[in-house]
T-cell receptor, first 112, second 115 residues
Framework: AQSVTQPDIHITVSEGASLELRCNYS??????LFWYVQSPGQGLQLLLK??????LVQGIKGFEAEFKRSQSSFNLRKPSVHWSDAAEYFC??????????FGTGTRLTIIP | DTGVSQNPRHKITKRGQNVTFRCDPI?????LYWYRQTLGQGPEFLTY????????KSRLLSDRFSAERPKGSFSTLEIQRTEQGDSAMYLC?????????????FGSGTRLTVV
C-alpha cells in the first residue's frame, strides 16, 4: 500500500536555527512528492514539489527538500527559521495526477 | 483567477441535519478532489472528479455522503443525517492533467462542527 510517514509529531527549534523535517515514502514506483504548510484553521499552502530530475528542490519561503531514492526520503530543510514558520507541515505523495496520500504532519514550534 | 474557493468557511449544524459545501476550482483545472481532515491528522482522500465524471470514491465516503460536479466546473459535497464524527475540515483541491506544472492547489477549507 502507498504510504507517507512523518516520524516527528512535534519539533521545537530556536529562531535562527536550522530545521530539518523528515518524510519517508513507500510506493511501488517513485511518486511525486510534496511539502505543504498549514496554519491553524487554514488550508494547505504548497512549499515545494518533486517530480523528477534534480533531487534538490527549492521552494518558497527559503525552504528546500532533497529526494533520496536509496532512503525513500524527502526531507524538508531550512537554514534559518523565523517565528512566522511556526505551523503544521505535511509531506504528501502521489502517482500521476491523482489523489495524494498525506503524512500525519509535524507541528513546528519556534522559541525566541 | 483567485485560486480554489470554498464556501462556507465554517458551518455549525445539529446532529441529523443535512449540510452542503461548495467548491469552485481553478477554471482551467479539469480534476477536482475532496479531502477530509480531522484534528491532528493529515488530510484523507474522499473522492475526485475528472470534468463531470466521478472517478474514485474512498471507503471513507459512506452512503450519507454524496458529491457532484454537474457541469465539470464547481462541485458540491453533501452530508446527510450528520453525525458528530463528521466534524472535520473538508478540503477541496483542483489540478490539471495537461502540461508539466502539476498544478495541485487546495482551497482554504470548510470547517464543519456537528453539535
Amino acid at each position: 500500500a502507498q504510504s507517507v510517514t512523518q516520524p516527528d509529531i512535534h519539533i521545537t527549534v530556536s529562531e535562527g536555527a536550522s530545521l530539518e523535517l523528515r518524510c519517508n515514502y513507500s510506493y511501488g514506483a517513485t511518486p511525486y512528492l510534496f511539502w505543504y504548510v498549514q496554519s491553524p484553521g487554514q488550508g494547505l499552502q504548497l512549499l515545494l514539489k518533486y517530480f523528477s530530475g534534480d533531487t534538490l528542490v527549492q521552494g518558497i519561503k527559503g525552504f528546500e527538500a532533497e529526494f533520496k531514492r536509496s532512503q525513500s526520503s524527502f526531507n524538508l530543510r531550512k537554514p534559518s527559521v523565523h517565528w512566522s514558520d511556526a505551523a503544521e507541515y505535511f509531506c504528501a505523495g502521489g502517482v500521476g495526477n491523482e489523489k495524494l496520500t498525506f503524512g500525519t504532519g509535524t507541528r513546528l514550534t519556534i522559541i525566541p | 483567477d483567485t485560486g480554489v474557493s470554498q464556501n462556507p468557511r465554517h458551518k455549525i449544524t445539529k446532529r441529523g441535519q443535512n449540510v452542503t459545501f461548495r467548491c469552485d476550482p481553478i477554471s482551467e483545472h479539469n480534476r477536482l478532489y475532496w479531502y477530509r481532515q480531522t484534528l491532528g491528522q493529515g488530510p484523507e482522500f474522499l473522492t475526485y472528479f475528472q470534468n463531470e465524471a466521478q472517478l474514485e470514491k474512498s471507503r471513507l465516503l459512506s452512503d450519507r455522503f454524496s458529491a457532484e460536479r454537474p457541469k465539470g466546473s464547481f462541485s458540491t459535497l453533501e452530508i446527510q443525517r450528520t453525525e458528530q464524527g463528521d466534524s472535520a475540515m473538508y478540503l477541496c483541491a483542483s489540478s490539471s492533467i495537461t502540461g508539466n506544472s502539476y498544478g495541485y492547489t487546495f482551497g482554504s477549507g470548510t470547517r464543519l462542527t456537528v453539535v
